[in-house]
T-cell receptor
C-alpha cells in the first residue's frame, strides 16, 4: 500500500465549477498535510497546509482533513483555467525531520 | 531574490559520466533536501541535511553523494550516471519544527542521461 494515494486523473472541470481533489494516507501517526500545486515544467508551490480535523479555507481553496478516515481533500471553488496544474498531496511522517511524503499527484484541467 | 536556487537547470550527459548539481538557499532555513521526480511526476525524497548533518538517507544508490558545506548549501554529486537516473531533481529547504514545516523548492534540474 502506498503511503499517500491520489487519483492521477486527469480531472476535468468546466470554468467556474468546483474542483474536488482527494488524497488518502496510510500512516495514522501523520500530523501535517500539505497541498502543493505544480505547473508543467515548474517547481511545486505550497497552496495550503492543514493539521486539525475539519475545514480550512483560504480564498477559493478549502482543505478538509478527516484523520479517522485518513482522508485529505482540496476544494477549488470558481475554478479558472489558470488552476490547470498537477496538485500534489503531501504529509509529514511521524518523525520530526521535515520530510515530505508525496502522492503521485492529480492533474486538473479547467476548460474555458 | 530567489529563495532556493539550483544549477544547472538542464543537464544532458552520457552514461558513465559524473555530474554535480548545486543548491543554495537564502531563507535562513536549517534543513535542506534533495527530491527526485520521475517521469510519472512522483516526487520522492532522497536526502536531507540539518545544519550540515545528514539526517535522511533514503534507499538511494551510493553513486549519489550529497554534500553540505554549510547550512545554506547542499550539492548532489552523481557518479557513473545511468539511463535510469534521468529525472528532475529538486532541492528544497525548510525550518523544521512545529506542524507547519513548509518546504520551499528550487526550480529543478532536469537531468537527461543518453
Amino acid at each position: 500500500q502506498k503511503e499517500v494515494e491520489q487519483n492521477s486523473g486527469p480531472l476535468s472541470v468546466p470554468e467556474g465549477a468546483i474542483a474536488s481533489l482527494n488524497c488518502t494516507y496510510s500512516d495514522r501517526g501523520s500530523q501535517s498535510f500539505f497541498w502543493y500545486r505544480q505547473y508543467s515544467g515548474k517547481s511545486p508551490e505550497l497552496i495550503m497546509f492543514i493539521y486539525s480535523n475539519g475545514d480550512k479555507e483560504d480564498g477559493r481553496f478549502t482543505a478538509q482533513l478527516n484523520k479517522a478516515s485518513q482522508y485529505v481533500s482540496l476544494l477549488i471553488r470558481d475554478s479558472q483555467p489558470s488552476d490547470s496544474a498537477t496538485y500534489l498531496c503531501a504529509l509529514h511522517g511521524s518523525s520530526n525531520t521535515g520530510k515530505l511524503i508525496f502522492g503521485q499527484g492529480t492533474t486538473l484541467q479547467v476548460k474555458p | 531574490d530567489t529563495a532556493v536556487s539550483q544549477t544547472p537547470k538542464y543537464l544532458v550527459t552520457q552514461m558513465g559520466n559524473d555530474k554535480s548539481i548545486k543548491c543554495e538557499q537564502n531563507l535562513g532555513h536549517d534543513t535542506m533536501y534533495w527530491y527526485k521526480q520521475d517521469s510519472k511526476k512522483f516526487l520522492k525524497i532522497m536526502f536531507s541535511y540539518n545544519n550540515k548533518e545528514l539526517i535522511i538517507n533514503e534507499t538511494v544508490p551510493n553513486r549519489f553523494s550529497p554534500k553540505s558545506p554549510d547550512k545554506a548549501h547542499l550539492n548532489l554529486h552523481i557518479n557513473s550516471l545511468e539511463l535510469g537516473d534521468s529525472a528532475v531533481y529538486f532541492c528544497a529547504s525548510s525550518q523544521v519544527g512545529g506542524v507547519n514545516t513548509e518546504a520551499f523548492f528550487g526550480q529543478g534540474t532536469r537531468l537527461t542521461v543518453v
